[in-house]
Each structure stands twice: as structure tokens, then as C-alpha cells.
């Protein structure tokens, strides 16, 4: 019974093994910053932020947030509205950068060439 269920179990992993392989075949290399952004994807919470030299309490960051969606990151709150940022990662600095497109409702874009550094 032993020695068949070894079998079983070895021919389960010859099989794995062999479709993995074949995968390996038809993958594409993926985009690394299209894979660093998907990691990115979702709401934000502040855990820090300061304002003018002013340290933001944790009842004000809880009322504001950001949203990442494809490569446009929304800063919103709880008072709705949102200002969209482009999002364009460089991942051959050290640390990563980030820079963020102002996207003005007006459509003219401006870039004020900000850097954030994401930990985590």
C-alpha cells in the first residue's frame, strides 16, 4: 500500500513537473514596472504626513487617503473630490523613485518632479 502510494505521488510531481515546463515555454517576460505597480494597487493610509512643518494628527490622517488604480494614484477623503497624480516608477535609482503627474482638470499636466519612498 505504501509502495503504491509513493508511486502515485511520484507520478503526480513527474506530471507537475512536466506542465510547469511546458509553461515555461510560452511565458512572455513581464514588464517590471507594470508588476511593481500591480503590487501597488489599492487604498492607502497615511501613517505620517506633515504640512507645512506641521505634523498631522491620526484623526486628521484618517480622513484622508490615497487610491492606486492602474497608474493614477487619487488623493481623496472623506470630503470627497480627488486629486489624480500619473504615476511613473524608475526602477534604476536606489532607492526606487516615484514620480507623480499632476493631472489638473483643465488637462494641462504639470510635474513638480516629486519622489516619494515607499517602505513595506
Known sequence: MKLTGLLVLGLLILRLTAALAADDGNQTETD???????????????QTQTIGGRQLSKQDRDNIWMVIDGDVMTRTGNAGGGIKHEITLNLNTNPKSIDLVYVHPSVKNFCPQRHLRVEG
Not at 32 to 46: A, N, R
Open 32 to 46: 517590471p514596472i507594470k508588476d511593481e505597480l500591480s503590487h501597488m494597487q489599492g487604498t492607502w493610509t497615511y
